[in-house]
């Protein structure tokens, strides 16, 4: 049961985690405010601007006790030094900055499985936050600059940090295809309705919590990939759905494989 209200900041407000995000928090009654370059779905609260604009950002971050900093390029892309690394890093430290600036308590930094692609395939299963990183390229390298930074903020600026290697939450049809087509990625799949309540559960987690690293998928069909039992200690989160529930809120339609 809920026992206390949270004021969250949702960056990446209008993509598919975080409209799971965003509908989760509000369904559990904390107070969101969304931040993307898009509209936000279903949120009357969100700003419409770019991380490079630090004056939106710091109105947004104002009043903040958590942020889910979800704003990002998603995945690799042609050109990174100019399509990937500014997002990814540039504005990374700004909202981090402006997030400790304004006395946010907890930072919830959405990183990615793809900081351990090669493993999914190799073992041994279930993976957990000890195995050494096998990044798929650029886009996860960026993940893992995340990941270490965050740390760095939970030890210099006394912030309760938690890190967060997500599933695939497939954005589009293309997606859905890809992860029907292997066994490896339906393992790994995250369904819209788990991924929300596994980030409900990251802000609700206990602040003495300073820093974690939680691996969050829906249940898998075959193979248990990576270890989930950190986020069930800390988060509450136990996966409720499987491939391929939630589809139907990517592609209008249940998928059949």
């Known amino acids: 049961m809920l026992t206390e209200k949270k004021k969250v900041l949702v960056t990446g407000s209008a993509g598919r985690v975080g409209q799971a995000a965003v509908i989760a928090l509000l369904n559990r009654g904390h107070t969101v405010r ?29 009043g903040i006790d958590t942020l889910i900093h979800l704003a990002a390029t998603p995945d690799d892309v042609e050109d990174p030094v100019n399509n990937l690394f500014p997002p990814n890093i540039t504005g990374l430290y700004h ?69 967060t290697r997500l599933g695939w939450c497939p954005r589009d049809e293309d997606q859905v295809r890809e992860i029907a087509a292997d066994m490896n990625f339906k393992d790994v799949y995250l369904s819209p309705g788990d991924a ?54 990517i592609t209008g339609q249940r998928w059949e494989d």
């Open 196 to 249: 929300g309540r596994f980030f409900a559960g990251c802000v609700e987690a206990a602040y003495d919590v300073s820093h974690a690293v939680l691996y969050a998928t829906s249940r898998p069909i075959d193979i248990l990939r990576y270890d989930l039992s950190l986020a069930k200690a800390i988060a509450n989160f136990e996966p409720q759905e499987q491939w391929t529930d939630g589809t139907e809120i």
């Open 95 to 163: 909202t981090l900055e402006i997030a400790r600036e304004a006395g946010v308590k907890r930072l919830i930094l959405p990183s990615s499985g793809q900081v351990n692609l090669f493993r999914i395939f190799e073992g041994p299963w279930p993976l957990d936050e000890s195995v050494p990183v096998s990044p798929k390229g650029w886009y996860a390298a960026t993940k893992m600059f995340l990941e270490s930074i965050g740390y760095s903020y939970s030890v210099n600026h006394d912030m309760s940090v938690i890190i």
């Open 34 to 62: 969304g931040f993307d370059r898009s509209s936000s779905p279903k949120l009357l609260n969100a700003t419409i601007a770019d991380l490079n604009d630090l004056d939106a950002l710091s109105d947004a971050m104002e």
